[in-house]
C-alpha cells in the first residue's frame, strides 16, 4: 500500500464497492457487507483505545517540553483549533444546505445489503469514561517527570501507544479500503451512491477554501506582528506545504517546516521549540475537515446540525487530537469517539467521514504546519528575538 499510496487504494475500494453493489450478484455484496459490519464493530471496540493511547503520552510528554513559552504556544494553538472549528461550521452551515440535498441518503434501517453474520462487539469503557481516564493519567504522569526523569507508567504509556499506532497502521489503514468497498457496496445497493459522490466533490472545494483562507488568516495577524509581509512569508512556507501534502504527517514534515519557518526570520530556539510541538498540538486544518465533513454528513441524513451541538465537539476535538499527527488518520480515528458520543454517528456515517476525511488528508496536514509557522512568527514577536534571515 506505501507503494501505490492511500488515496489511490480509497478511490479503488470506493469504485470497486459501487460496482459489487450495481452489477455482482446479491450474496457477494451481502459478504462484502458483513466484512464491513464486523470491521465497523472492531472500530467501535478501539475507539477508547485510540484515546487512551493518544491523549494520555501526549500530555504526559508536554513535560518534557517544559518553558516560559510552553503556555503561550499551547494556549495560541489550540485557541487557533478552536476558531477554526467555529468558523467552520458556521461556513459550512451557510453554504452546504444550498449544495447538499436534505435527507440525501436513506434510513439505516433500509440498507440494501444484509450481513451473513452479525458480531457484537463492545468496547471496554465509554468515550467520555476513556477521555476522563486519559486526561487524569495523563497529567498524572506529566506531573511525576517533574519529580523524577523517567517513570514506568511513562515508558509503560509509551509503549502502548506504539501497540496502538501498530494496529492502525498494519491492521486498520490496510483494511480502510475494503471497509469503504462494503459500506458503497451498500449506497450502491439504495440508490445512494453517486449523490454521495456529488456532495464528496463539492464539499472537497469548500474545505480547500477555508484550508487556504484560514492560512492566510493566520499569516496576515503574524505578518502584523512581525511587520512582515504575509504573502512573502506564505510563499516561504510553500516547501512545508507541499511536503505535508504527500507525506500526509505533520511529524514526518517537522525537519522542512523547521527550515521554512527559519527561513521567514523566526529565530533558530524559537523554532526548535515550536514547530515541533505545535505539530503535536495544532490541528487547525484537520479541525476545518472534520467540522465541514460532519455538518454534510448530518445533512445528507437529514439533519439539521446547531451549533450548540457542535460547540462541545469542536471543544473536545483539539484536545482528544493531541499526539494524532504522527499517525496517518490519526486525527480522524481519534475524533470517531466524539462522532458517536456527541453527534451520535451511525457506523455507517463513521465510514462515510472516515472516506471524507482520508481522501483529503494531506490538505489538511498542510494547512496545520503551514499555520504552525505563522504561530512560530507570533511566539517570536513576544519573545523579542531578531534572527537573519536563512537562505
Known amino acids: 500500500m506505501k507503494k501505490f499510496g492511500l488515496i489511490p487504494w480509497l478511490v479503488l475500494g470506493i469504485v470497486s464497492g459501487i460496482l459489487v453493489g450495481l452489477y455482482f450478484p446479491g450474496w457477494v455484496g451481502n459478504i462484502l457487507f458483513t466484512f464491513t459490519q464486523i470491521f465497523g464493530q472492531f472500530l467501535s471496540y478501539i475507539v477508547p483505545l485510540i484515546i487512551l493511547g493518544f491523549i494520555i503520552p501526549g500530555i504526559a510528554d508536554l513535560g518534557a517540553k517544559a518553558g516560559k513559552l510552553l503556555g503561550a504556544t499551547a494556549g495560541i ?17 451557510l453554504i452546504l444546505p444550498a449544495i447538499v440535498s436534505q ?10 445489503l444484509t450481513p451473513y453474520i452479525s458480531l457484537d462487539i463492545p468496547p471496554m469503557m465509554g468515550v467520555m469514561t476513556a477521555l476522563v481516564t486519559a486526561f487524569i493519567f495523563g497529567l498524572g504522569i506529566n506531573f511525576l517527570r517533574h519529580e523524577k526523569a523517567q517513570t514506568i507508567l511513562f515508558q509503560a504509556i509509551q509503549e502502548f501507544r506504539q501497540v496502538i499506532v501498530l494496529i492502525i497502521s498494519k491492521v486498520i489503514i490496510p483494511l480502510l479500503p475494503l471497509y469503504i468497498a462494503g459500506i458503497f457496496a451498500d449506497m450502491a445497493a439504495t440508490g445512494e451512491a453517486f449523490a454521495t459522490l456529488r456532495v464528496f466533490s463539492q464539499v472537497f472545494v469548500l474545505i480547500i477554501a477555508m484550508h487556504l483562507g484560514y492560512i492566510m488568516l493566520h499569516f496576515t495577524i503574524a505578518g502584523v506582528r512581525k511587520g512582515i509581509n504575509p504573502l512573502r512569508a506564505v510563499r516561504t512556507m510553500g516547501a512545508a506545504y507541499a511536503t505535508a501534502l504527500g507525506t500526509m504527517s505533520s511529524a514526518a514534515t517537522i525537519p522542512v517546516t523547521l527550515q521554512c519557518t527559519k527561513n521567514n526570520g523566526v529565530s533558530r530556539e524559537i523554532a526548535d521549540f515550536t514547530v515541533p510541538l505545535c505539530a503535536t498540538i495544532h490541528l487547525a486544518g484537520s479541525t476545518i475537515t472534520l467540522v465541514a465533513c460532519s455538518v454534510a454528513v448530518l445533512i445528507m441524513n437529514g439533519g439539521n446540525p446547531a451549533f450548540l451541538e457542535f460547540l462541545p465537539f469542536i471543544i473536545l476535538l483539539g484536545i482528544t487530537m493531541v499526539a494524532a499527527p504522527g499517525v496517518p488518520g490519526g486525527a480522524v480515528m481519534a ?7 456527541i453527534l451520535g454517528f451511525s457506523p455507517a456515517q463513521q465510514g462515510l467521514m472516515i472516506a471524507l476525511y482520508m481522501a483529503q488528508d494531506g490538505f489538511g496536514t498542510a494547512c496545520n504546519v503551514t499555520c504552525d509557522g505563522a504561530i512560530s512568527l507570533v511566539i517570536d514577536s513576544f519573545a523579542g528575538t531578531k534572527e537573519t534571515k536563512t537562505s
Open 103 to 112: 435527507g440525501a441518503l436513506v434510513e439505516e434501517e433500509a440498507l440494501g
Open 335 to 341: 475524533a470517531l469517539g466524539l462522532l458517536t458520543s
Open 77 to 93: 494553538a489550540y485557541i487557533s483549533t478552536l476558531v477554526s472549528g467555529i468558523l467552520a461550521f458556521f461556513i459550512s452551515r
